[in-house]
């Protein structure tokens, strides 16, 4: 049980466009979706935290206009990088909270997407 | 703030070694505590965490890891390494429904 999955697991595109990545929790409701950016060799940095039918709370520094979150249901949480430039390219890893879990913060985390700009 | 320090950024053993990576948090109350691997290019995978109770706790593949309040750590262990064990290795903190704050991972390697 306990699954999170991502969509798509690898994409490229060019710069200036938009590109769109799906988190869903396969198994289980997730009130809560987390949203993080992974540099090479480094840790994970927490971008915005999105929680089912409202607006995401986003970490200092992260462009909420560029990186667009919608939780529009229990099980499936959106990232859009809007206007993606070559610094954007990254490994963005989502993962959910179990509704159902209580204060133990346990998160489940997805396979991750690596985004390439060109 | 919360905050979690990983002292070795990347560590070598010998496959059949014991290994011990180390934690250490920074929290205001009680810590909840977790260990997370990851595999290149692949999401992460819960190890083992803690919430209460006893301070030794049992993970997956083997690994424990031990609370000591006084020392502020939480570190992993695992008696006999295997090559499958490397990959990177992430240690967290966060509380009840608080954001988890992840240490800057410790990279490890297995040699024959």
């Known amino acids: 049980g306990a699954v999170v999955s991502q969509h798509p697991s690898w994409v490229i595109c060019k710069s200036g466009t938009s590109v769109k990545i799906e988190c869903r929790s396969l198994?289980?409701?997730?009130?809560?979706m987390f949203w993080y950016r992974q540099f090479p060799k480094q840790s994970l940095m927490l971008m915005a935290t999105s929680n089912e039918g409202s607006k995401a709370t986003y970490e200092q520094g992260v462009e909420k206009d560029k990186f667009l979150i919608n939780h529009a249901s229990l099980t499936l949480s959106t990232l859009t990088v809007t206007s993606a430039h070559p610094e954007d390219s990254s490994f963005y890893i989502c993962s959910a909270r179990d509704s159902s879990g209580g204060p133990y913060n346990e998160q489940f985390f997805g396979p991750g997407t690596r985004l390439t700009v060109l | 703030a919360q905050s979690v320090t990983q002292p070795d950024i990347h560590i070598t053993v010998s496959e059949g070694a014991s290994l011990e990576l180390r934690c250490n948090y920074s929290?205001?109350?009680?810590?909840?505590l977790f260990w997370y691997v990851q595999s290149p290019g692949q999401g992460l995978q819960l190890l083992l965490k803690y919430f209460s109770g006893d301070t030794l706790v049992q993970g997956i593949k083997g690994f424990e890891a031990e609370f000591k309040r006084s020392q502020s750590s939480f570190n992993l262990r695992k008696p006999s390494v295997h090559w499958s064990d490397a990959a990177e290795y992430f240690c967290a903190v966060g509380a009840g429904y608080q954001k988890v704050t992840f240490g800057t991972g410790t990279k490890l390697q297995v040699i024959p």
């Open positions: 198994d289980f409701q997730a009130t809560t």
């Open positions: 929290y205001g109350a009680t810590p909840y």
